[in-house]
Structure formats: C-alpha cells, structure tokens
C-alpha cells in the first residue's frame, strides 16, 4: 500500500478509468450505465473547474487501481452546495483499504470546498460500498424499492448522505 499514490486524474489516466468503469457496466449492478459512455464522458469530469468538483486516482506506480469523483447532484441552482460522489477500484484491488483512502481523500477536498451535503447512491446488494460509506461518516437516509432494472433483474438504491458543514 505504501506505494500507492492519491491524485488528481489525469488525461493520461482515462483509458484506465474507462476500462475500471466499462467492467463494472458489464458485469455489476454498481453501476445503472448498460453501455459504456464514451470518452468525451470522462474528459468533461476532468475538465470542470466547478467548486466540489474533483476526479481523483489511486494508483500504483503507472497502474491505475481506481478511481472517485465528485459532481452535480442535480442541476437546478439551489443544489449547488450539495455534490454526489462515486468511486470504483479494479476488482484485485478491493478490500485491503484502498476505496477508504482514495474515497477519504475525495472527502477532504469537498470539506475543504465548504461542501455542505455529499450524497450517494448504492446499488444493493453492495455490502463492501455500504461499510465504506458508513465508515466514513454518511448515514442512510432510505432505499428506493426495485428502482432499476439490470441483467434481467429489479435492483434497489439505498441513499447515503455525509453533511459537511
Ligand atoms: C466499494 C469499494 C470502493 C470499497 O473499497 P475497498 O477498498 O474494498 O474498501 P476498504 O477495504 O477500504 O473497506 C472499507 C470498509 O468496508 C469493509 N468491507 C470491505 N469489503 C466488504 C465486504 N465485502 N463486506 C462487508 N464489509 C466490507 C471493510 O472491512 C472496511 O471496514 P473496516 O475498516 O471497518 O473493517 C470497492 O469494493 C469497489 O470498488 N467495488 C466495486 C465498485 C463499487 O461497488 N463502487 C461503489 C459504487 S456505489
């Protein structure tokens, strides 16, 4: 673990990214997406200059294990200190504390930002993304029943929140 380094993305970085991504689209429920989204999807994540808007990596040495981000909630003004955050790691790379120090240090930037509520939602079953959300402070606020459908089956949401300020 000592080698691994947490940073801000990089353009270098998004094959990487995209390729984390596109095996969850195609083989978890984490994620809602059935197709993967394009590239121009990750480059407008690393572009935003928005407060509490950031794109993190975590990787060893040149390998990028996984990655968080944070963005728009929803995008009617009155949202604008609220942001929602997400994290994916490469399946070797679960479960030895990385998701708590890649997703710890996403934390930190938007506390530093003043951001006043993070939210995020966790497909079910997802019992590591629950303890990782739990541990780092968020607590659930409800879980939306069957809210989506994916590889045939209804999947449900469970909502996290973390107020900040
Ligand atoms: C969810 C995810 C980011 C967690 O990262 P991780 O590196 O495995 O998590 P950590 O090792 O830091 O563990 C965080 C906590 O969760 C617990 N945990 C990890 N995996 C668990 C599991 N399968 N069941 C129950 N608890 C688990 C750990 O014990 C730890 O709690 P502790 O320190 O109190 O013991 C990672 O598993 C992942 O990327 N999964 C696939 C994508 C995904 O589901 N993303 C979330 C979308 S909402």
Redesign the pocket.
Known sequence: MSKITVRPAESADLVAVAAIYAD?VHT?V?TFDIEEPPPTYWQAKLDSTAVGDHFLVACDENTVL?FAYSGVFRSRPAYGRTRET????APAA???????RLYGALLDLLRKDQVHLVV?V?AQP????N??HR?LGFTEVGTLDEVGFKFGKYVSTTWFQLRQT
């Open positions: 969850a978890s984490a996984g997400s994290i994916y790691l679960s479960g030895s504390g990385l998701g708590t995020s966790v997802n019992p590591a993304s303890a990782l541990k």
